[in-house]
């Protein structure tokens, strides 16, 4: 069994299973022959669903089926868009740079000066919205010269802010101002101007901010002042009335009790010591400590002086105690001597004694004499205690007042200084430079959005092709969408291999002899051994070839079906039954002046009319050139006794019929075949020509077989065609 009929087999077979698996009435049992349900005549196509266009493998079916008027709308669509971006007014942009001071100068020294901002972001954003008020664009438009007094400028200042824009840098303090105009110099002179206009509005009301400070500080300085004159008044009046003299900030009395206090801590001290050194000195004499101890307490300079003239004579008598004896007269002479040193010694300690009784003495009274007077001071401030407290209260309030009074006076001077140094929270970091190149339009955005737009519309071109184009594209689109399967899809032909081929022979039919191992070749074979391996239990000859309209290729189908089943060994002959274009005598150059009409007539045996085709030994019955009739000959039993001979004489019978919803007479002859193929051409029949052609066929008492897909394109392709051509070339020596 050939290649070719193994493949039929499997298509035959594998659309049994689908209509028993799926079980529609829209399908038809292939090997049967039995007839599906399509849809009623008339019935509008089924317009193909955006989720048919959805999944990778529906888009690049679709990209490549919709390319040639994808590229054309977005190359179109691409080149007019960059034309009209490059063909607009150049447009200068300029950008002068001004910063938020995110330190304060603090040039006065203080921690909180009227007008200074906070350096939060929501600062930073709100002084942009300032930048973008109304208010500072009407200054600007003042500034420029741009008003008018009397006239409405609304439009002066909608156009200013329509070139102007301002946006913070990054999360900076620094705040762009870019202006944008047809002349480079202007945007310059607006952005800069606008910048200037922004620091004179923050100078501005800083300085008006501090003016009105000054002037509700001025007359509350008023008020405190007359305030703190008026309470130091009445405190001094009431301690001349009270006698509270004060001196350095205390009262009279007070700094008598205080001095009397000291006198007495002074007194009480002295007189402590002067006992201690008296009680000291009499100890140690009660205690017969030496002269030497007694003369170290007294420190005296007197004692200290005895005591080294002490020393010596001791010296000196040790000395001449050792040469004499005690009655020696020098030896007494020293005794004597030393005896005399020692009464004055005791003598000095008996005057210091004494000295420091009376210094104790003097001292206890002088203690005596400030503790009286200190009693006495006491009392004369305890007398005049409420005067005091009285004189206090009113020092405090005016104490008091007077705080007030000099805060509120630092204020004004500090208020007054800042007004004076005119700072401002934002200053100018750079004016803006002339523009040397315009901003737009820019050669690479305006392309970039000009391939973007032709992408776009390019897309949606297709898709929106995609979704109006209601042709059979593939076996998919037929089966799917008809109800019927494709029983062979056959290949475009390129124009490319058809200039290859003889000049007469370039025609489809020419084409699949010169090419026999083509992939268009094979999928005739295939179509041939379906038609006749249809009914294995029964013998197919008889296959009408028709299509929904004309120029679908049925003619083109049916010679080549002819002359692939010679050449397979069949004896096959092509009738035309299209009275009108008498197609099959351009395909095999036929100029006959007898054909079917005479047979049907009676004037001439169908074996006279028959032309053989010279390329092959198929037999072709055409038409006269001259042959036409308004007769019903296709429903007489004339072209009923010619089918069944025909059928007797041949192995395969093509009834080359005219399109059935165009012409009346195949609705006739398709009664008279075993079985009818309707051709549809691909990208070009629509779905709802080839569903009525198959349901008026199908009334008309035919048997449909099933649709020759003719004419696909590579880019139509899907699983379901016959041979898979797209990805089996390696099998065929040309495509």
């Not at 030496?290 to 005296?300: A, D, K, M, Q, Y």
């Not at 004494?354 to 305890?382: C, I, K, P």
């Not at 051409?681 to 008309?700: K, P, Y």
Request: with cysteine.
């Amino acid at each position: 069994m050939s290649e070719g009929r193994v493949r039929a087999l499997a298509i035959l077979d594998n659309a049994q299973k689908r209509d028993r698996r799926e079980g529609w009435g829209a399908s038809m049992n292939i090997m049967n022959n039995e007839p599906a349900a399509p849809s009623s005549p008339g019935m509008p196509s089924q317009p193909q669903g955006l989720a048919e266009l959805l999944g990778i493998t529906a888009a690049m079916q679709m990209l490549r089926r919709r390319l040639v008027i994808m590229a054309l709308v977005g190359a179109t669509a691409a080149v007019a868009g960059f034309s009209f971006l490059m063909l607009q007014t150049p447009i200068y942009g300029a950008t002068a740079l001004v910063m938020i001071n995110p330190r304060q100068e603090r040039v006065l020294g203080t921690e909180d000066v009227v007008g200074q901002l906070p350096r939060e972001s929501s600062a930073i954003d709100s002084e942009i919205e300032l930048l973008r008020s109304p208010a500072l664009m009407n200054e600007l438009a003042d500034a420029l010269g741009l008003t008018r007094a009397g006239e409405n400028n609304a439009g002066v200042i909608r156009g200013l802010a329509g070139s102007l824009n301002v946006r913070r840098r990054g999360l900076t303090y620094v705040i762009e101002i870019s202006a944008r105009s047809t002349d480079p110099a202007r945007a310059q002179l607006i952005a800069n101007t606008y910048a200037d206009v922004y620091i004179a509005s923050q100078v501005n009301a800083r300085v008006d901010t501090a003016q009105r400070a000054n002037s509700w500080l001025a007359r509350r300085l008023a008020e405190l002042r007359d305030d703190v004159q008026a309470k130091e008044s009445a405190a001094e009046t009431f301690r001349v009335q009270s006698g509270l003299m004060a001196a350095q900030g205390s009262s009279l009395v007070e700094q008598q009790i205080t001095n009397v206090q000291s006198q007495v801590l002074q007194a009480q001290a002295d007189l402590a010591e002067r006992e201690a050194r008296l009680r000291q000195l009499q100890e140690l004499r009660t205690s017969g400590a030496s002269i030497e101890t007694i003369g170290n307490v007294i420190n005296s300079e007197t004692i200290r002086s005895l005591r080294a003239r002490e020393a010596e004579i001791a010296q000196r008598q040790s000395e001449l105690e050792l040469r004499y004896l005690e009655t020696h007269p020098a030896v007494q002479s020293v005794r004597a001597e030393r005896a005399d040193v020692q009464r004055q010694i005791q003598a000095e300690i008996q005057r210091i004694s004494a000295s420091l009784a009376g210094e104790v003495s003097v001292a206890r009274a002088r203690l005596q004499t400030l503790q009286a007077s200190l009693r006495a001071t006491t009392g004369d401030l305890s007398s005049n205690s409420s005067e005091s407290v009285r004189l206090r209260e009113l020092e405090r309030e005016a104490a008091a007042s007077r705080g007030v009074y000099e805060s509120y006076l630092q204020r004004y001077q500090e208020i007054a200084d800042q007004d004076q140094l005119n700072i401002s929270d934002a200053r100018l970091m750079a004016y803006a430079a002339l523009p040397l190149s315009p901003t737009s339009p820019q050669l690479r955005i305006s392309l970039a959005l000009a391939i973007a737009l032709g992408l776009f519309l390019g897309f949606a071109a297709g898709v929106i092709a995609e979704l109006f184009d209601q042709s059979v594209k593939n076996a998919d689109d037929l089966e799917a969408k008809v109800g019927y399967p494709a029983i062979a899809s056959i290949p475009a032909i390129s124009k490319r291999m058809m200039r290859q081929m003889p000049p007469a022979e370039r025609h489809p039919s020419g084409y699949l002899v010169g090419r026999p191992m083509s992939a268009f070749t094979e999928a005739l074979r295939v179509l041939r051994t379906v038609i006749v391996y249809a009914k294995l239990d029964l013998s197919t000859k008889v296959v009408a070839i028709t299509s929904a309209l004309p120029d679908e290729g049925k003619t083109t189908i049916s010679m080549c079906l002819a002359r692939v089943a010679a050449m397979s060994g069949q004896r096959v002959v092509v009738v035309d039954c299209d009275l009108r274009k008498h197609s099959i005598n351009d395909v095999v150059d036929i100029q006959s002046d007898v054909g079917i009409l005479q047979v049907l007539a009676g004037e001439t045996p169908w074996r006279s009319a028959i032309v053989r085709d010279p390329n092959s030994d198929a037999h072709v019955l055409p038409v006269a050139v001259s042959g036409f009739t308004p007769r019903d000959v296709f429903g007489s039993d004339a072209m009923a006794r010619l089918v069944e001979e025909l059928r007797g004489h041949y192995d395969l019978v093509i009834l080359d019929c005219a399109p059935i919803l165009a012409v009346a007479e195949t609705r006739i002859l398709v009664k008279h075949a075993d079985t009818v193929v309707v051709v549809a051409r691909a990208g070009r029949s629509a779905i709802g020509a080839v569903r009525t052609a198959i349901w008026q066929t199908e009334q008309a008492g035919g048997k449909v077989l099933g649709v020759a897909l003719n004419c696909v394109e590579p880019q139509w392709r899907s699983y379901a065609d016959s041979l898979y051509f797209y990805q089996s070339k390696s099998y065929y020596s040309v495509s």
